[in-house]
């Protein structure tokens, strides 16, 4: 890599150009179990374990080419739009012609900053990504600088499209699987509450006394109304297995409603 620079001897480096380079992610880790990839354009997944996924699962593939990616949208007062993050439209059709955004990447021990400069409006957007030590948080610190002439007027989204669940359930729909969520807004974010999973072999609900797991065949959920804690379930029933385990979110719970902390 011609355009990497060392900044210190702790392995903190600077790529000038990163557009240029493919297949890059870079870790985000804590002590407390909190696992994050990240590429340029805030790609990457963040899981607890392989049950507490708060970002969609990925390959070492998959992080480049799947579009629910972490997010920062800005609405200019003009109509216009970009991200900060490098993947509207318009920064996404830059990148194949001679305007395409020269992308910095300065990453060091569990964290990793992107910068990029959005042209046609005089703004240069840096998101810093880490995690604060001691908690199961990852942090997106987005900074917008006008190094225009002019004020600029926009309306700042942060957008984070929430998984929030195993990566057993990778498939929701996409074929025969569901999963249904419980959202609750909080003060600090989003908490996320997966309530039933369910395929044509096997339908497992969180109920006030535990897990309650139903084995069968072409087994369908027809109505459920978690107002009234009532389900109605059809097909055939092999078995019913109730489990006092803790929830299927017990861990990501807290996770998410640390998210925008």
Not at 15 to 25: D, G, M, N, R, V
Not at 107 to 131: C, D, T
Not at 145 to 170: C, K
């Amino acid at each position: 890599m011609k355009h990497i620079t060392f900044m210190d001897n702790n392995g903190t480096f600077r790529l000038e150009k990163a557009q240029e380079y493919s297949y890059l992610y870079f870790p985000v880790a804590s002590g407390t179990g909190l696992k994050s990839a990240v590429t340029p354009e805030l790609g990457g997944d963040a899981k607890m374990d392989q049950n507490h996924f708060l970002l969609q699962p990925v390959s070492a593939e998959e992080p480049h080419n799947n579009k629910s990616s972490r997010n920062f949208w800005c609405r200019m007062e003009d109509g216009g739009y970009f991200s900060a993050t490098g993947v509207s439209a318009m920064q996404q059709a830059a990148k194949f012609s001679d305007h395409a955004e020269d992308i910095t990447v300065e990453a060091g021990l569990m964290w990793h900053k992107v910068s990029r400069k959005i042209e046609k409006y005089g703004i240069k957007a840096e998101v810093l990504s880490f995690v604060p030590e001691g908690v199961e948080t990852e942090v997106m610190q987005v900074t917008l600088t006008n190094e225009g002439t002019e004020p600029v007027v926009f309306t700042p989204v942060g957008a984070i499209p929430v998984y929030g669940r195993s990566a057993d359930n990778l498939r929701d729909h996409r074929h025969v699987t569901s999963l249904l969520h419980r959202a609750y807004v909080t003060e600090d974010g989003i908490c996320v509450q997966p309530v039933l999973s369910f395929d044509e072999r096997e339908v497992i609900l969180e109920t006030e006394q535990g897990m309650l797991m139903m084995k069968g065949s072409g087994l369908h959920v027809n109505r459920l109304t978690l107002d009234k804690g009532e389900v109605d379930v059809e097909g055939k029933i092999d078995s019913f297995t109730y489990s006092e385990q803790a929830s299927m979110t017990a861990k990501s719970e807290s996770l998410l409603t640390r998210l925008f902390k």
